[in-house]
């Protein structure tokens, strides 16, 4: 039983975490919207980088991809809330547990792809972030991915009765 309690328990904490990001990118929207403006435009890039055609000077593009985002954070959050109520509704049966973590799986998954393709693979890489002394997310993003995994790969191990 405490095995299942820590794994509902740490799905609602990564729903927090993920609900708090949403939730402060919308109140600060500005500042958060210009952190995805600078990697976006490479204005920020090493000046004598060889792929500065990848930037994009579009507001439009940048605040579409801003909102992208956040509707992927929210998806993240409510998958993972959703997730936890389901796991905590089938707790005492194992089998039902066993079965009840596919929204959380979905959630987990989702925010490992937001912020390992997102940040790192596309904002990191594509668009040269690592190259930004002030615009760099990616060692965040990268605590963000091993948490979520962490979490994930916890959630997916088989409940069986020796663990009650």
């Given at each position: 039983?405490?095995?299942?309690?820590?794994?509902?328990?740490?799905?609602?904490?990564?729903?927090?975490?993920?609900?708090?990001?949403?939730?402060?990118?919308?109140?600060?929207?500005?500042?958060?919207?210009?952190?995805?403006?600078?990697?976006?435009?490479?204005?920020?890039?090493?000046?004598?980088?060889?792929?500065?055609?990848?930037?994009?000077?579009?507001?439009?593009?940048?605040?579409?991809?801003?909102?992208?985002?956040i509707?992927?954070?929210?998806?993240?959050?409510?998958?993972?809330w959703?997730?936890?109520?389901?796991?905590?509704?089938?707790?005492?049966?194992?089998?039902?547990?066993?079965?009840?973590?596919?929204?959380?799986?979905?959630?987990?998954?989702?925010?490992?792809?937001?912020?390992?393709?997102?940040?790192?693979?596309?904002?990191?890489?594509?668009?040269?972030?690592?190259?930004?002394?002030?615009?760099?997310?990616?060692?965040?993003?990268?605590?963000?991915?091993?948490i979520?995994?962490?979490?994930?790969?916890?959630?997916?191990?088989v409940?069986?009765?020796?663990?009650?």
């Open positions: 039983m405490y095995t299942r309690l820590s794994k509902v328990a740490l799905v609602w904490a990564v729903a927090f975490f993920v609900s708090l990001v949403a939730l402060n990118n919308l109140m600060d929207y500005q500042s958060n919207y210009r952190f995805v403006n600078h990697v976006l435009k490479m204005d920020t890039t090493f000046p004598d980088n060889s792929v500065m055609w990848r930037s994009i000077e579009s507001p439009v593009v940048h605040r579409t991809a801003y909102h992208f985002l509707f992927i954070e929210w998806a993240v959050a409510i998958l993972c959703a997730g936890g109520f389901r796991l905590l509704m089938a707790i005492k049966d194992i089998a039902a547990f066993n079965k009840a973590k596919g929204p959380a799986i979905a959630g987990l998954t989702l925010g490992i792809i937001l912020w390992f393709l997102g940040f790192i693979a596309i904002g990191g890489e594509w668009f040269l972030m690592w190259q930004s002394a002030i615009w760099n997310g990616q060692q965040s993003a990268f605590r963000v991915v091993m979520i995994a962490f979490t994930l790969l916890y959630l997916v191990k409940d069986e009765l020796a663990q009650a």
